[in-house]
């Protein structure tokens, strides 16, 4: 079992950066592979980036890439999404997400974990 808290959402304009935290708790941290998803208002919840149990492979939506950076620290127990160039179609409200099995995987059902999740709001 592991437990995520998402940090590091709030209110920035367009072009602006963020960078969202997730603190995992449990000492397997490094046994999960972990992702990114949103959603937002009235939107099915989508991938956004995706990262291996080692941090050595990522994978990234293509609306993210070039733009958003997923990265982990397993001595910390946290992944990172940092964004940059943000636009207003990335207000959302951001998850993080542990698999047990799969790593890169798109699909929501693949991830047995979920954060409570952090609201990101771009304003133009």
């Known amino acids: 079992q592991v437990q995520l808290v998402e940090s590091g959402g709030g209110l920035v304009q367009a072009g602006g950066s963020l960078r969202l935290s997730c603190a995992a708790s449990?000492?397997?941290?490094?046994?999960?592979?972990m992702a990114w998803f949103r959603q937002a208002p009235g939107k099915e919840r989508e991938f956004v980036a995706g990262?291996?149990?080692?941090?050595?492979?990522?994978y990234y939506a293509d609306f993210v890439k070039g733009r958003f950076t997923i990265s982990r620290d397993n001595a910390k127990n946290t992944v990172y999404l940092q964004m940059n160039s943000l636009k207003p179609e990335d207000t959302a409200v951001y998850y993080c997400?542990?698999?047990?099995?799969?790593?890169?995987?798109?699909?929501?059902?693949?991830?047995?974990?979920w954060g409570q999740g952090t609201q990101v709001t771009v304003s133009s």
């Open positions: 997400a542990a698999s047990t099995y799969y790593s890169g995987s798109y699909s929501v059902s693949d991830y047995g974990f």
């Open positions: 449990g000492r397997t941290f490094s046994s999960y592979a």
């Open positions: 990262l291996s149990r080692s941090g050595g492979s990522s």
